[in-house]
Every structure is written in C-alpha cells, then in structure tokens.
C-alpha cells in the first residue's frame, strides 16, 4: 500500500501486517509511507523501490472500485509485449475527463484532457488501473514529485510502449463524496451483484425508523422516529429522534429534529438539534 495521507487508519486495521480474505486465504501487506507527498508516479515508484520489485507489477488506484478481472488486464499487458498496459472504460460524457486514444492495434496514441465536442471520437478514459514492467520505473527519478498521468504516460506513448486495455465492467472512481454514496448503496441493492448487508448487525436501530436503500454501518445509532433514505451512516455515527437524512453521509453525530439532504457529516462534529441543512460539508475544510 502506498501511503501518504493519515496512514495510521491502515494500520490499525490491519495490525499484523496481515489481511485474511473471505476465502480464508492470507495476504501479507506491506506499508510504503512517503515521508512528502510525491504525486502519482513518485507514489508508485517509491513504494516499488520500497518492496524491491523487480518483475511485472499491477497498480490500483485506491478510490476506485472495479469489476475488472484482473488477470485479463495481465494477460492483455503480456500480449501487447510493452511496458505498461492501461484499464479503459467508456463514459457518456468525455469532456470532464483525459480521454486516451488508441491505435488499432491497442497501443495508447494520445491522451486528450477534457475534449472539446469533435475534438476526440474516443470516449475511453484512464480506469485506474494499471499493469508495468520495471522498465517504467526508470522513467520516474528516486523520490522526486512525478505525475503518472501528465508526464510517465505521455512518455510511454511517444515510445510506442504504453498499451490499452478497454472493458465495460463496473467501474466508479469513489474518491467524490457523491460517487462514494453511490458506491455504497450499489453494494446493497443488486446493482454489483448479490446484494450486501446494508444494516451492520451491531448498529442500533429504533423500531420506528424508516430505512430506505441506505447503508447502516457497524455500531451506528438511529434515535425514534428518524428516516434515512439513500444515505450513509459510517461506523460509530449518531442520528437523533425524530431526524431525516437523504442524500447524505454521515461519520459524527446528528442531534434531535435534524434535516439533511446531500451533505456529510465528518468523524467528531455534531450537528445542532433542529437544524436544516442541504449540501453542506462540515466540518469546513
């Protein structure tokens, strides 16, 4: 895992270096915690450097959740025969985004950063996902501050070794409170497959709150009387009697008589009783 931003949290859940999957199976997990933030790239690198790797290595963004098969991307890489291979997902709409042009035969011909209408006929993005030799990682300088984006990927291009590699599986960049609310609730209702629990067992629910499409999470409180609809209750998070949530989500304490609708609630503040509010994030940054 490379780390830069509060690393402490992934220690403390996984406090033996060790993460046992539901299959039973162990994986050994391995911290590189920057000492400066370094960009995308120096991240990348440095924790590489930092485990000793040496051979063929696949990169995830953190914030994003995939239905990608892995081993697909893995094997598309080998087959390219270049030094870096790229996820690609269609969007509806490219212009908010880098939109990646490929040749017929999968090499990355260009990227384009938020197109203009006719300017791209692709509409693939970079899916955050990533498969390299460690070739790449010549072309990033020890512990300097490298973008993998604008300046790693554009180099590879230039070379003819940088592949793509498109697929239409699920696919959300949960790095946007909005985009980590719809990652959530399409865990519960079918949208990812089987549907997952949306009520911890040991949250506190009263038998008069109304719960809809919303994610309860472990040792949360909902007060009588309340109603959350399309909403997050993160752990150990709060809502008073008698309080409506929508849109929101929730990791402190809401007191009695709150409305919310599209707002988050950080870890440790607490709304007022009888407060309104909409699209507010709190605390303020």
């Given at each position: ?9 992934f ?15 162990a ?6 915690v ?22 063929t ?34 969007v ?8 990646v ?17 006719g300017?791209?006929d ?28 604008r300046?790693?990927?554009?180099k ?24 980590f ?33 919303s ?8 007060g ?44 440790g ?14 605390p303020?940054p």
């Amino acid at each position: 895992l490379a780390l830069g931003f509060k690393p402490e949290p992934f220690a403390e859940a996984f406090p033996d270096n060790v993460h046992v999957l539901s299959s039973g199976r162990a994986v050994r997990v391995h911290y590189a915690v920057e000492p400066e933030p370094l960009d995308t790239g120096g991240a990348i690198a440095f924790a590489a450097r930092h485990c000793g790797v040496d051979s063929t290595f696949v990169v995830a963004n953190g914030d994003i959740v995939t239905d990608l098969p892995v081993a697909d991307l893995v094997r598309a890489h080998r087959e390219g025969g270049r030094h870096a291979t790229i996820h690609l997902t269609p969007v509806p709409d490219p212009s908010a985004f880098g939109v990646v042009e490929c040749n017929g035969d999968g090499a990355v011909r260009r990227f384009v950063e938020k197109p203009a209408p006719g300017e791209t006929d692709s509409n693939l993005i970079n899916a955050g996902t990533y498969v390299f030799e460690p070739e790449v990682l010549d072309l990033i300088p020890v512990n300097a501050r490298v973008s993998i984006e604008r300046d790693t990927f554009p180099k590879l291009a230039a070379a003819n070794q940088l592949g793509g590699y498109a697929t239409d599986d699920y696919w959300i960049d949960a790095g946007r409170p909005e985009l980590f609310l719809t990652a959530n609730l399409d865990l519960i209702d079918g949208t990812r497959g089987t549907p997952e629990p949306a009520v911890a067992s040991t949250a506190t629910l009263a038998p008069d709150a109304i719960v809809d499409r919303s994610v309860i999470g472990e040792h949360s409180v909902v007060g009588a009387g309340s109603e959350l609809r399309g909403s997050v209750l993160l752990p150990n998070a709060t809502v008073g009697r008698g309080s409506t949530i929508v849109g929101s989500i929730v990791a402190g304490e809401v007191g009695e008589g709150v409305s919310l609708t599209d707002c988050v609630i950080g870890p440790g503040y607490c709304v007022p009783a009888g407060t309104a509010l909409t699209g507010e994030r709190l605390p303020a940054p």
